[in-house]
């Protein structure tokens, strides 16, 4: 079974960058869409940000201009770029993705998580 890992997390000071990064565990044909997601304490897991295959993106109104998402085709991965950081960005962030395996057989896949915490 295909998983995603999560890397890249850990603690910036307010107003630093982090880049999180997702790969699949197994060979994979392509990556059809993705997405980051979070769960702060005591909170509800929420959408960050989503990208298709075609590059369609979408985000958050409160990370908007601050977060980019993309695949790296050649290297099937996904990536969050984090800029801007701030403390209320403190969470566990979750990667999901949707794989075409070799074969065409499609597999969802959510990440373990990786911890970002944004504290001075």
């Known amino acids: 079974q295909v998983q995603s890992v999560e890397s890249g997390g850990g603690l910036v000071q307010p107003g630093g960058s982090l880049r999180l990064s997702c790969a699949a565990s197994?060979?994979?044909?392509?990556?059809?869409?993705a997405g980051w997601y979070r769960q702060a304490p005591g909170k509800q897991r929420e959408l960050v940000a989503a990208?298709?295959?075609?590059?369609?993106?979408n985000y958050a109104d409160s990370v908007k201009d601050r977060f980019t998402i993309s695949i790296d085709n050649a290297k099937n991965t996904v990536a969050l770029q984090m800029n801007s950081l701030k403390p209320e960005d403190t969470a566990v962030y979750y990667c999901?993705?949707?794989?075409?395996?070799?074969?065409?057989?499609?597999?969802?896949?959510w990440g373990q998580g990786t911890q970002v915490t944004v504290s001075a």
């Open positions: 197994a060979s994979i044909f392509t990556i059809n869409a």
């Open positions: 990208v298709t295959s075609s590059g369609i993106t």
């Open positions: 999901n993705a949707d794989y075409r395996l070799v074969g065409g057989r499609r597999v969802n896949s």
